[in-house]
């Protein structure tokens, strides 16, 4: 059963399903070979353990969504987590979070309706969530640990259609983006190591992506890995892996309330 997902028009689907698996992996790996109490500064107050239980958490509530085919917001994030006593369990914890949800992903469709908080009211829709959770968390924890993350650009690519996509739907657990408002008012994020041009548009009643296109009055430009790691806060927009042209003013709004 496919599992992909096209991340735009004309470009190679993704398959989120398999990439779940990978970049669970190298979490794993990387929280195995390093000490769990490390601190994650993209991830305040958390330790590396807290990453850890953190995104096998989410695994395996996105886990139960797709088993259950919910199709309203469910009232209660109550799931059995089978959290091991000692720490050091929580690598192969976190490994068997990705093989249950591997599991579940086999046995459903993508394409089934389902209830969902973004824009896709599929299942296909989780399946490409947990992989964005995971695959930042994996991020962080190799910034932790002093190493600049290397992540794929189809998936990377395609993490920033996901984020910008869903953003405006997140206003109940990132309030910030009420305030992404403005008088016809354009941000562009442009890929500079492929294709990949997004276009925002922010209005007076609210904000999203613009398919039409069109001149912006703001643009940030920078590789995909860049621009992910960037729209999830775990870079700088004045870091030197971005051109940064027209109004500072509108990129300050968007940075300040667009947080995740």
């Known amino acids: 059963m496919s599992s992909t997902y096209p991340s735009a028009s004309g470009t190679p689907p993704v398959d989120h399903r398999a990439a779940v698996a990978t970049e669970t992996a190298r979490l794993a790996a990387l929280a195995e070979s390093a000490d ?17 239980v953190h995104t096998g958490s989410v695994q395996r509530w996105f886990s139960v ?24 369990g929580y ?5 068997t979070a990705a093989a249950e949800a591997a599991e579940v992903f086999a046995s459903v469709d993508p394409d089934a309706p389902m209830w969902a908080w973004g824009a896709d009211q599929h299942a296909r829709f989780w399946v490409r969530r947990m992989l964005c959770e995971t695959l930042v ?50 941000i562009r994020f442009s890929r500079t190591d492929g294709e990949g041009d997004w276009l925002v548009r922010l209005g007076p ?5 613009d398919p039409k296109g069109g001149p912006a009055d703001a643009t940030v430009r920078g590789a995909a890995a860049d621009l992910l790691l960037l729209l999830y806060g775990r870079l700088d927009r004045t870091s030197e892996h971005f051109e940064l042209l027209g109004d500072e003013e509108l990129l300050a709004l968007w940075f300040t309330n667009s947080k995740f």
């Not at 690598?91 to 490994?95: A, E, F, G, S, V």
């Not at 190493?147 to 997140?170: H, Y």
């Not at 009643?205 to 992506?209: E, I």
Request: glycine fraction near 6%; charged fraction near 30%.
């Open 137 to 186: 968390h994996r991020a962080d924890a190799e910034l932790a640990l002093g190493r600049r993350p290397e992540i794929d650009p189809a998936l990377a690519r395609d993490g920033v259609d996901e984020f910008l996509v869903n953003l405006p739907f997140a206003a109940f657990f990132a309030p910030g983006t009420a305030k992404l408002r403005g008088t016809d008012r354009t």
């Open 91 to 95: 690598p192969d914890w976190l490994r």
């Open 65 to 88: 969504l797709l088993r259950q085919r919910v199709q309203e917001r469910p009232t209660s994030r109550e799931v059995d987590l089978k959290l091991p006593a000692e720490p050091a």
């Open 36 to 52: 769990l109490t490390t601190p994650i500064p993209s991830c305040p107050d958390w330790t590396l353990a807290d990453l850890v």
């Open 205 to 209: 009643d609210g904000f999203g992506l």
